[in-house]
């Protein structure tokens, strides 16, 4: 259902706040009790709401977190061509102190957390039969907006390593004012993924199995997944994957170009960000698509070295097209499509990369669920199967949806001539959080 953008009161604003917002930009708050706002069910649902359109917020999952993971991966396969500076940084591994893009990620990821933790503290007043639910969302979205600030401002987690390294400040209680109290320091990247797993874990049990467009269990599930072979911790990994494809709750669609550009949830959809041409944005139509398709002026080229790794025969390989001079993805043609966070064969190539590298054939083995996404392609199905032939399965499944550099960094890729550790591939703590919070450490090489 495309019913996003109903009832959302100003007391979404109201208690919007970022942690590390200005005073001035406190008044809403001040105009509304806090007692009023989160006085009723209905209210909280409202902020619950306001959380949802947070986190699609253009620039968290609205687009521009999976554009800046291609971007900052992509050297050799894409090409960023657009005028603005932000993204052109980030692209060039030259980020600066003031980029916009790592400004607002920030912002915006940790006032979608505030909502979350607004709604996590009005529970009380929600009905019985709902309050399962609406705990259960608010946790899996401070989760999934913790996980995308760690990767992208903090170092790569290291698996079998203490990962002391700097994360991100985790505010787990509302903030609606500016304090000593509030100012809080940066947390390790091992103390910011236990809390995304605390929180995940707590939502699968909480959340239905359905729930409209909303995060379900399936999502929690599937984001767990996604952080378990992020971390390395490939038996858990393998398990979470197995839960959501053995839920029986979602389907791989038949035809691979039915998967995208889409106006509602598929059931090979998990979790997506919804879009209407009332409400929502979808950014990774404006960059990555052209005018004719609602897109800007095609800021984003694909080149041959992402082409040349399909099979001539791969259905994946006609999804690209010649628009505006150069190739481009056709997986954001829709300017009002919803942006899909979480699908199905991510789960099935989870799962492979999982039991190929134990040796184990949990829910099936690592060839059958390598084939199950390779011939969804229009590509014969194969006879065995290594890990590095499931590696370039999920490489091109899932390219220019938000993975590059995040597999990158796991897998310790080099990018272009970095490190995959390498200070310019962390973006930098916004100076104007630094400079009002003396807890705030700034990262190395800015």
């Not at 902020?47 to 968290?60: E, F, K, M, R, S």
Request: aromatic letters at 8%.
């Amino acid at each position: 259902m495309k019913n996003y953008l109903l009832y959302i009161f100003l007391v979404v604003a109201a208690l919007g706040v970022s942690a590390c917002d200005e005073e001035l930009n406190l008044e809403p708050y001040q105009s509304i009790s806090e007692d009023l706002a989160l006085d009723s069910d209905n209210n909280v649902k409202a902020v619950l709401t306001g959380a949802y359109d947070g986190l699609g917020n253009g620039d968290v999952l609205g687009g521009n977190a999976l554009r800046n993971s291609e971007l900052l991966g992509g050297d050799g396969e894409i090409v960023w061509v657009g005028t603005f500076a932000g993204p052109r940084e980030i692209a060039n591994k030259q980020m600066t102190i003031g980029n916009l893009d790592a400004q607002e990620l920030w912002l915006d990821a940790y006032t979608a957390i505030n909502r979350a933790n607004n709604v996590l503290t009005g529970l009380g007043v929600v009905v019985e039969d709902d309050k399962a639910s609406v705990e259960g969302e608010a946790l899996f979205i401070r989760a999934i907006c913790f996980f995308e600030l760690v990767r992208f401002y903090g170092k790569p987690y290291e698996a079998g390593q203490a990962n002391a390294q700097l994360g991100v400040p985790l505010v787990l209680t509302p903030t609606r004012g500016i304090s000593e109290e509030s100012k809080l320091p940066r947390n390790t990247v091992a103390e910011v993924y236990a809390q995304v797993i605390q929180d995940l874990t707590k939502a699968e049990s909480l959340l239905p199995s359905e729930n409209e467009w909303r995060a379900n269990k399936g999502a929690a599930a599937a984001l767990l997944a996604r952080i378990y072979l992020q971390q390395g911790d490939y038996a858990k990994a393998r398990d979470a994957a197995n839960r959501v494809i053995e839920s029986g709750d979602f389907q791989l669609l038949a035809d691979y170009g039915n998967v995208f550009n889409r106006d509602e949830n598929s059931s090979e959809d998990i979790f997506a960000i919804q879009v209407t041409t009332q409400d929502g944005i979808n950014n990774m139509n404006t960059f990555f698509s052209i005018p004719e398709f609602g897109g800007r002026d095609g800021d984003i080229e694909i080149l041959e070295g992402h082409l040349s790794l399909y099979d001539p025969a791969d259905d994946r390989l006609k999804f690209f097209f010649d628009g505006n001079g150069a190739i481009r993805s056709g997986k954001w043609n829709n300017q009002f499509g919803n942006v899909g966070i979480l699908r199905l064969a991510e789960m099935y190539l989870i799962r492979a990369e999982s039991n190929q590298r134990l040796g184990t054939a949990i829910g099936a083995t690592p060839l059958a669920d390598y084939n199950t996404v390779h011939t969804r392609a229009g590509l014969p199905a194969a006879n065995s199967v290594t890990l590095n032939q499931i590696l370039l399965e999920r490489r091109l499944e899932l390219a220019h949806e938000g993975f590059k550099i995040h597999d990158m960094k796991r897998l310790k890729q080099s990018v272009a001539t970095l490190a995959y550790n390498a200070d310019k591939l962390v973006f930098p703590i916004p100076q104007r959080e630094v400079d009002a919070n003396s807890n705030l450490l700034q990262n190395g090489g800015y």
